[in-house]
T-cell receptor, first 111, second 114 residues
C-alpha cells in the first residue's frame, strides 16, 4: 500500500512567522497536488508539481517537488490568519490510478 | 463556489434510517466521485463514476449505495449505517476519470449516525 505521510500533523504559529510542511513517500509519483481546505469547505487545489526539482510560487507560498519525485514541501513566508486551514497533498502514480492522499497538516495562524 | 453542490450540508440519522446524499456539478465534467473524510485520516475514495459508469468501488460496505443517473448528478444512498460511518462525505468531479486530474470538491455533507 502506498502512503503519503504529511508532517507535522498540526501547527499553530503567530502571524508573520515562516513555516514548512512536508509530504513524503517511498514511492515515485508522476505529479503531486497540494490542496487547502478551509473550515466548512471542501479542498481546493493550490498547485500541481510535475517535474522533479520543480519549484512553484503562489504569492507567499512556495511549493517544491523533490528531485526523485517522492516528496514535496510547502513553505509559507510571513503567514497570515487567512492561511489557516487543512493542507492536503495528493500524489498521482499514473493515469490509471486515482490520487493517493496524505492525512493533512492542520495549520492555525494566530493574529 | 466551486461548481459542485452538495445537499444536505448536515444530516443526523438513526442506524435504521434510510437517507440519501445528493451532488450536482455544473462544470461539464465527465467523472464524479464520493470521498469519505475522517479526522486525522487520508481522504478515502469510495466510488468513481466516469461517463455514468462506475469505474471504482473501493471495497465500500453495501450499506452505501451510489447512483449516477447522468454525468451531472450523483447520489449516495444510505441505509442501516453504523456510528463509525459518521464523517464528512465529499462529492467531487473532474474532467474525466484519469488519475492526476484536478479534483473539484463540493462543500461536503456532515453525517452523524446515532
Amino acid at each position: 500500500t502506498q502512503l503519503l505521510e504529511q508532517s507535522p500533523q498540526f501547527l499553530s504559529i503567530q502571524e508573520g512567522e515562516n513555516l514548512t510542511v512536508y509530504c513524503n513517500s517511498s514511492s515515485v509519483f508522476s505529479s503531486l497536488q497540494w490542496y487547502r481546505q478551509e473550515p466548512g469547505e471542501g479542498p481546493v487545489l493550490l498547485v500541481t508539481v510535475v517535474t522533479g526539482g520543480e519549484v512553484k510560487k503562489l504569492k507567499r507560498l512556495t511549493f517544491q517537488f523533490g528531485d526523485a519525485r517522492k516528496d514535496s514541501s510547502l513553505h509559507i513566508t510571513a503567514a497570515q490568519p487567512g492561511d489557516t486551514g487543512l493542507y492536503l497533498c495528493a500524489g498521482a502514480r499514473n493515469s490509471n490510478y486515482q490520487l493517493i492522499w496524505g492525512a493533512g497538516t492542520k495549520l492555525i495562524i494566530k493574529p | 463556489e466551486t461548481g459542485v453542490t452538495q445537499t444536505p450540508r448536515h444530516l443526523v440519522m438513526g442506524m435504521t434510517n434510510k437517507k440519501s446524499l445528493k451532488c450536482e456539478q455544473h462544470l461539464g465534467h465527465n467523472a464524479m466521485y464520493w470521498y469519505k473524510q475522517s479526522a486525522k485520516k487520508p481522504l478515502e475514495l469510495m466510488f468513481v463514476y466516469n461517463f455514468k459508469e462506475q469505474t471504482e468501488n473501493n471495497s465500500v460496505p453495501s450499506r452505501f449505495s451510489p447512483e449516477c443517473p447522468n454525468s451531472s448528478h450523483l447520489f449516495l444512498h444510505l441505509h442501516t449505517l453504523q456510528p463509525e460511518d459518521s464523517a464528512l462525505y465529499l462529492c467531487a468531479s473532474s474532467p474525466d476519470g484519469i488519475g492526476g486530474n484536478t479534483i473539484y470538491f463540493g462543500e461536503g455533507s456532515w453525517l452523524t449516525v446515532v
